[in-house]
């Protein structure tokens, strides 16, 4: 509605959205996505070049006018910036004064130094405009009658903003619930779901895991007491024998909703068919070996999968120019007959969180794919790694249902399955987890879900999710 006493906004607005709708119609060619991708990347290197004191220092030998196309030759002229840049620069990387923004956000700064994240008017047009177009194809189907709750992981965080913004922009209502919150907490925000009655939920993986877990233990059935159809993950690692299994203890469908972060904001949405989709209309996209930094070569299908590089293609108060994200992907080539004409992602955890295990290197998420691809009807999980006499074990930790209704965990089936991807042997066990593996969105993947006991002395990371977990409201 802001942009009614601004006309110059309503204009941009109303442009942005044409262009987003085009390009999510099908209307784009290859050859005009390449074209405006180019500009908006000179446009952005000049705007930050004038505006950012960090890069005008950082990007004081690059002329944007010497970039002539989008070539990996030519993009390692540029240099990167990374989450390094970002603690030691602080303000300095930002383009426009805070005053200039329209609202303040920051990074959790559970394991370093917290980094302004403040939105402009031009930063949350473009972004929730393209969110809004992509959900679009997610809640259509449901009908127009829907009331959504939200349920974030900070105030300071854009998650309520940001989706309570696009809820608006379909109709649809909304209800913001924050499950920690001392004033909320888990039985206010579980009768709020059930009473409105709401229909759709926005959280993490792990919340909508917590939730289930405190609903069956108030004696309510998620499936049968609620009336959730869809459910948006975000914030975390998700690999899709999560997202199914949440699906089946609530009962809905269950996407992976969006790939962002504070510092990049989105990057990645779904679409109807749940494919998570890269936005290249506000990024572009680069795939680098995270060891050498070069731009790695597709493969015969035409996938690149190493570290997500990202360049803004707005111009707003915080792009960012060659980040690089410090996650690992696989990316796919847009592909005929899915729900949008926009490449696919798959985050597979952070780079830094590959295991070792057996011997063998693994992602969080194919890690996690692994040992939750037959198990249904849990309410939670977590892995253990241990050394004994100089071999890898794992043990999967898995609370379940106190009735066990609806729980399909074959041990037999899902341990040869580790033993032929890795190697080692897997125990099972079951009971209640606590809370660490709540803290995934305000730590790491790694750190709420894995207990590596191979590692001599306990990394920061960890002890950082334990702390939290410690301080949350139960």
């Known amino acids: 509605m802001f942009t009614v006493f601004n006309e110059?906004?309503?204009?941009?607005?109303?442009?942005?959205?044409?262009?987003?709708?085009s390009f999510a119609a099908g209307e784009w060619s290859d050859q005009q996505l390449t074209e405006y991708q180019l500009t908006e990347l000179r446009a952005t290197v000049a705007y930050v070049k004038k505006n950012s004191p960090f890069y005008?220092?950082?990007?004081?030998?690059?002329?944007?006018?010497?970039?002539?196309?989008?070539?990996?030759?030519?993009?390692?002229?540029?240099?990167?910036?990374?989450k390094d840049d970002l603690r030691r620069e602080f303000e300095a990387v930002l383009s426009l004064p805070l005053s200039k923004a329209w609202i303040f956000y920051e990074t959790t700064g559970t394991t370093g130094r917290s980094t302004p994240c403040p939105r402009d008017n031009t930063d949350s047009l473009h972004n929730n405009t393209a969110l809004t177009v992509y959900y679009?194809?997610?809640?259509?189907?449901?009908?127009?009658?829907?009331i959504i709750g939200v349920s974030g992981p900070t105030e300071l965080h854009a998650f309520g903003d940001t989706f309570g913004d696009v809820c608006r922009n379909l109709g649809h209502a909304v209800a913001k619930m924050w499950p920690h919150s001392p004033m909320v907490g888990y039985d206010r925000a579980l009768e709020t779901l059930r009473v409105l009655p709401a229909t759709g939920l926005f959280s993490t993986p792990g919340m909508a895991l917590s939730l289930a877990k405190k609903a069956h233990a108030a004696g309510l059935d998620p499936r049968r007491d609620f009336g959730i159809d869809v459910i948006m993950c975000t914030g975390e690692l998700a690999s899709p024998s999560l997202l199914e299994n949440i699906g089946e203890v609530w009962g809905a469908k269950v996407y992976n909703a969006l790939y962002a972060s504070q510092e990049a904001s989105v990057m990645g949405a779904s679409g109807a068919d749940g494919g998570l989709y890269a936005a290249p209309l506000l990024n572009l996209y680069e795939v680098i070996d995270p060891d050498t930094g070069r731009a790695v070569e597709p493969g015969p299908d035409g996938v690149r999968t190493g570290e997500l590089v990202v360049t803004s293609l707005y111009q707003g108060s915080k792009p960012l120019v060659r980040y690089r994200t410090g996650d690992l992907v696989r990316l796919t080539p847009v592909a005929a007959g899915r729900t949008l004409p926009a490449p696919t992602l798959e985050v597979l955890g952070r780079t830094r969180d590959a295991l070792v295990i057996g011997g063998h290197r693994i992602s969080g998420y194919d890690l996690e794919e692994l040992l939750l691809?037959?198990?249904?009807?849990?309410?939670?999980?977590q892995v253990v790694i241990d050394a004994v006499d100089g071999q890898d074990e794992l043990t999967l930790r898995l609370e379940l249902p106190s009735d066990g209704a609806d729980v399909r965990i074959d041990e037999a089936l899902i341990g040869d399955a580790v033993a032929g991807r890795l190697g080692v042997p897997l125990r099972f066990e079951y009971g209640a987890l606590g809370s660490v593996t709540t803290t995934g969105a305000m730590v790491s993947w790694k750190a709420a879900r894995v207990e590596d006991r191979r590692l001599a002395v306990a990394d920061d990371e960890r002890a950082a999710a334990l702390a939290v977990a410690g301080g949350r409201a139960q």
């Open 373 to 381: 691809t037959h198990p249904r009807g849990y309410l939670d999980y």
């Open 8 to 21: 110059e906004l309503a204009r941009t607005a109303r442009e942005i959205r044409d262009r987003q709708l």
């Open 56 to 82: 005008a220092r950082h990007l004081a030998d690059v002329d944007p006018a010497q970039i002539t196309s989008l070539d990996p030759e030519q993009l390692a002229a540029v240099p990167f910036t990374t």
């Open 136 to 146: 679009d194809t997610v809640f259509r189907p449901y009908g127009d009658e829907q």
